[in-house]
């Protein structure tokens, strides 16, 4: 009888530890500087971004990210990136523990306006993944941005915006050596207001949601965007 107390026990905290481990209601935060210059005149550039990303409001690490590329824009319709990203990623709660990914990706932006003042961007990205303590891994993902001025024609200075974007995650792989993965990974669902301080710098203040196979959490998203 001892033991089977002791089983059931044991099943129920595994059971209620294993639905404990990331607070779905708990609103997280993302704080990014997103950035991207030109070489001149030529059509060589970089581009980068910087996010802190927290479970919470502020001070449980869930990822500090940090990007870079060179870019290459053969006329204003498109973009192209090759670059490297290094992520830490924390635990969720009191601990303290991080793993760590290096990323390469490549990575197409195509702009185009719709009307007056619809401006869409296609973003097509892959990326080979090497994560800590898992096999070599791969991952696609697309992202629709809409951009829409609400105070004026474009998105240059003192302009009053609206940001949306969708962006979806599909693995490359099912098995990452350490167990296995769906093909979906992951959705990300935004919206918020920007402001164009100047022509080359906006802010935003929005919301995020980001759903997976397992989880919906919803993230406040603060970012400076910078052109020089």
């Known amino acids: 009888m001892k033991k089977l107390f002791l089983v ?8 209620f530890n294993s639905h404990a481990q990331v607070d779905e209601d708990q609103l997280g935060a993302w704080y990014m500087y997103i950035w991207n210059t030109e070489f001149g005149e030529s059509k060589f550039g970089l581009q980068g971004d910087a996010q802190y990303r927290n479970w919470n409001v502020l001070g449980d690490l869930e990822q500090l990210l940090l990007r870079a590329g060179f870019t290459y824009s053969p006329n204003s319709s498109i973009k192209l990136t090759l670059g490297y990203a290094n992520i830490t990623s924390g635990s969720f709660g009191d601990s303290n523990d991080t793993s760590s990914e290096n990323r390469i990706y490549q990575e197409a932006l195509l702009p185009h306006k719709i009307a007056n003042r619809i401006y869409l961007k296609h973003r097509f990205r892959y990326e080979q993944r090497w994560v800590e303590d898992q096999d070599f891994r791969t991952r696609y993902r697309y992202n629709l941005f809409l951009n ?11 302009s009053i915006y609206l940001a949306l974007y969708n962006e979806i995650f599909i693995n490359g792989q099912k098995d990452v050596g350490n167990g296995r993965v769906e093909l979906f990974d992951r959705n990300r669902f935004y919206a918020a207001l920007g402001y164009a301080i100047k022509d080359n710098l906006k802010v935003q203040a929005g919301y995020m949601e980001q759903s997976t196979n397992d989880i919906s959490k919803g993230q406040l998203q603060l970012s400076l965007h910078h052109s020089f």
Request: proline share 11%; net charge neutral; glycine share 0%.
């Open 8 to 15: 059931l026990f044991l099943c129920f905290f595994s059971h």
């Open 148 to 158: 829409i001025p609400l105070n004026q024609p474009d998105l240059n200075k003192n």
